[in-house]
């Protein structure tokens, strides 16, 4: 197992919280700085399993390796860092290939990982992750997570691209041994 692979990042949501009879955007959390963009409704914490059984509703293979559960779909494995925490210490999205091909494959379901895992601040995140196009390597703090983003190259044992995030509350067990 590659070092990379010890990063977790992923994220689940509950279908079922998404009602069609939600407040007005009144009722949204204004930002603290003008955008254009609606901020993110935050998402209560949930623990690695409701986050791995989020992933299986929707249509991800999961399966346990360690202290992992890994999530399969398509071409990207989301790593959940299972445990006793509130919610994961690490959740990582991993994707084999040229760095183009894989980038694009977990760019294609970051936004969804981010929402089943209830990671915040979503969007940040998501915005961000679309600017690290041609980068090896860049990192980002957002809300509690230090989000990290490598390349590995196409000569390396194993080429692909790797996105962790890590709980930066964490404080024991927040990494595999």
């Not at 929707?58 to 299972?82: M, R």
Request: aromatic fraction near 4%; proline fraction near 8%; include cysteine.
């Amino acid at each position: 197992m590659s070092t990379a692979l010890l990063f977790g990042t992923t994220a689940c949501s509950n279908s079922d919280e998404q009602s069609t009879d939600k407040p007005a955007d009144s009722a949204t959390p204004a930002s603290s700085t003008p955008s254009d963009k609606p901020s993110d409704t935050p998402l209560a914490d949930l623990p690695a399993a409701q986050v791995v059984s989020g992933l299986s509703g929707a249509g991800y293979k999961c399966s346990n390796d360690g202290t992992y559960a890994i999530c399969t779909t398509g071409p990207v494995a989301v790593w959940v860092l299972t445990g006793d925490h509130n919610r994961p210490p690490q959740v990582s999205l991993h994707s084999s290939g040229p760095a183009e091909t894989a980038t694009d494959a977990v760019a294609k379901i970051l936004p969804q990982a981010l929402e089943i895992a209830h990671i915040n601040p979503r969007t940040q995140i998501v915005d961000w992750f679309g600017q690290q196009a041609g980068q090896p390597t860049a990192q980002l703090s957002a809300g509690d997570w230090q989000v990290s983003w490598t390349v590995e190259s196409a000569d390396s044992e194993e080429p692909g691209v790797h996105l962790t995030l890590s709980d930066k509350l964490c404080k024991a067990n927040c990494q595999a041994e």
